[in-house]
């Protein structure tokens, strides 16, 4: 099983910069593990994800602006240039059988962090 642990959210303004981090622990790696957003009335939504291999697939609106990086079990999400549309709760998740070849989706994942709060004003 594994325990995902969120930090480094926070309120920035437009422009600025922010860096999440993601501890995983447990008695298993993660294969893949993700980041994803979620905003108020609004659907959760993959920003990255990041294979055992290193491999990486962002969402377009994240493409450019923030990376991933993955340290075998801890993942964190550099993000810059924050825009007030990044605003939301952002989720570590995280799976035992590996990234697929497509836009992730919550149903891929079977672990999950309880969320960082980024808040970006303009």
């Known amino acids: 099983q594994v325990q995902l642990v969120e930090s480094g959210g926070g309120s920035v303004q437009t422009g600025g910069s922010l860096r999440l981090s993601c501890a995983a622990s447990?008695?298993?790696?993660?294969?893949?593990m993700a980041w994803f957003r979620q905003a108020p009335g609004k659907e959760r939504e993959a920003v990255a994800r990041?294979?055992?291999?290193?491999s990486t697939r962002y969402a377009e609106s994240a493409r450019g602006r923030f990376t991933a990086f993955r340290d075998n079990a801890n993942l964190s999400l550099q993000m810059n240039n924050l825009k007030p549309e990044d605003s939301a709760m952002y989720y570590c998740?995280?799976?035992?059988?590996?990234?697929?070849?497509?836009?992730?989706?919550?149903?891929?994942?079977?672990?999950w962090g309880q969320g960082t709060q980024v808040t970006v004003s303009s």
């Open positions: 998740a995280a799976n035992l059988r590996g990234c697929f070849g497509r836009p992730p989706r919550p149903a891929d994942f079977g672990y």
């Open positions: 447990g008695d298993s790696t993660p294969y893949c």
């Open positions: 990041i294979d055992r291999d290193g």
